[in-house]
């Protein structure tokens, strides 16, 4: 079974629109700590926002905030005010906190912002 | 904010040839990463490696890899008799410690091209 499910594997904004990117995962695990990662068309994989399971507040950095709903068991990652730089790859991520040294990504979703 | 480092960013070999990529993580961190990602696609967990041991491995890690800590900064995985379909971006990365909310810093990738 996947342990993190990336639906969508692409999708289009208008400039300065919201949109948001879904991520559910799976584990049995009550510690464990979920995280969005962009990839620009040049590789680099680059940090954007950390959540915790305990964590009672959605993360928020800057235009990214994490819709957390531990129910659910979803993680979605909602990109206010798109800009063109947006453009990429968004990978969500998960650390399970028991018996675990790896980090486990979903397969993706491509994000193209629109002028 | 500090950087892992990788070199080189890309490498092309013959099928069968031994290639050994190299990685410097943050100086403070502890846990060492490798990761694969095919074609831009998923990325794939490859080894975590922690006080000069594998800490975990995934089923990609095969007998033809193999990782190490030569000195005190560099991290290198090694892949004996490359094939067609080890082709793929390399990712190194390293967390301080081990907890679950740990964030996960990458490199900027090698680039493996095996013909």
């Known amino acids: 079974a996947q342990k993190i499910t990336q639906t969508q594997p692409g999708m289009f904004v208008q400039e300065k629109e919201a949109v948001t990117l879904d991520c559910t995962y799976d584990?049995?695990?009550?510690?464990?700590?979920l995280f969005w990662y962009k990839q620009p068309s040049s590789g680099e994989m680059i940090f954007l926002i950390y959540?915790?399971?305990?964590?009672?507040q959605n993360a928020t950095e800057g235009r990214y905030s994490l819709n957390f709903q531990k129910a659910r068991k979803s993680a979605n990652l909602v990109i206010s005010a798109s800009q063109l730089g947006d453009s990429a790859m968004y990978f969500c991520?998960?650390?399970?906190?028991?018996?675990?040294?790896?980090?486990?990504f979903g397969t993706g979703t491509r994000l193209k912002v629109l002028a | 904010e500090p950087e892992v480092t990788q070199t080189p960013s890309h490498q092309v070999t013959q099928m069968g040839q031994e290639v050994i990529l190299r990685c410097v993580p943050i100086?403070?961190?502890?846990?060492f990463y490798w990761y694969r990602q095919i074609l831009g696609q998923k990325v794939e967990f490859l080894v975590s490696?922690?006080?000069?041991?594998?800490?975990?491995k995934s089923e990609i890690f095969d007998d033809q890899f193999s990782v190490e800590r030569p000195d005190g900064s560099n991290f290198t995985l090694k892949i004996r008799s490359t094939k067609l379909e080890d082709s793929a971006m390399y990712f190194c990365?390293?967390?301080?410690?081990?907890?679950?909310?740990?964030?996960?810093?990458f490199g900027s990738g090698t680039q493996l091209s095996v013909l």
């Open positions: 490696f922690y006080n000069n041991e594998i800490s975990e």
């Open positions: 584990t049995s695990d009550q510690s464990y700590g």
């Open positions: 100086s403070n961190h502890l846990y």
């Open positions: 959540q915790g399971s305990y964590d009672e």
């Open positions: 991520a998960m650390r399970e906190g028991a018996g675990t040294y790896k980090y486990i």
């Open positions: 990365a390293s967390t301080r410690d081990s907890y679950y909310n740990e964030k996960l810093f």
